[in-house]
């Protein structure tokens, strides 16, 4: 019995496709990250199956037993974008292809020292731009300091910023946001930005998104 993974897919991709034109963007500069968490591999079969390549995975473990369990699937790449607590980066440090969720130093010197003898590992800095609602990230006034001391470290390369704004029905709201991060990453010369969820994604894309993470509108509710 097939699931409307596919079918979903296709319909995310569409809406990507018209937020890209709305803004007057090629759609290959936004990269549909397949947030996976919590959902078993079989759906990532199919949307593997479908053409998906990069999938999002929140928790170490996690993306440790799915790499595991889905090492058949040639050129899948893993995107850890939930925080790391220091001790279970060895879990993630050499699959995944990229970390969304650097915010503390210790991780990231971890994660370096983790990645020797491969390619510096792709990073985006997590930032808070939602202030008192927004738990996790970075404050954007930490941000120099934290650059400065992350582009020291051999193992990684950092491509660029990712924030995880509270969830609103406001607008203009979720924009302010979005632009916020925008103009922090062309302060810092990052110019990839990863930003919008299911709620948010086309907004993102308008925004200057290049990469959007969607989970429940390609793979359902999580329960
Ligand atoms: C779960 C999660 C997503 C996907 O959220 P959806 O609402 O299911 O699209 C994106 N980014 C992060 C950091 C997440 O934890």
Known sequence: MGSDVAERLASVRARVASACARAGRPVESVTLVAVSKLKPAALIREAYAAGQRDFGENYA?????????????????????????????????????????????????????????????PCYIEVNVGGEATKSGLEPSA????????????GLRLVGLMSLPPPTDDEARARGYFQALRELGQRHALTELSMGTTHDFELAIEAGATLVRVGTAIFGERT
């Open 143 to 154: 941000l120099p300091d934290f650059l400065a001391q992350v582009r020291e470290l051999p």
């Open 61 to 121: 473990q996690e993306l440790r037993d799915k790499a595991v369990e889905l090492a058949d699937l040639e050129g899948l790449r893993w995107h850890a974008i939930g925080p790391l607590q220091t001790n279970k980066v060895k879990y993630v440090a050499k699959v995944a292809s990229t970390f969304h969720a650097l915010e503390r130093l210790e991780v990231a010197r971890e994660l370096s020292k983790r990645r020797e003898g491969l390619a510096p590992l």
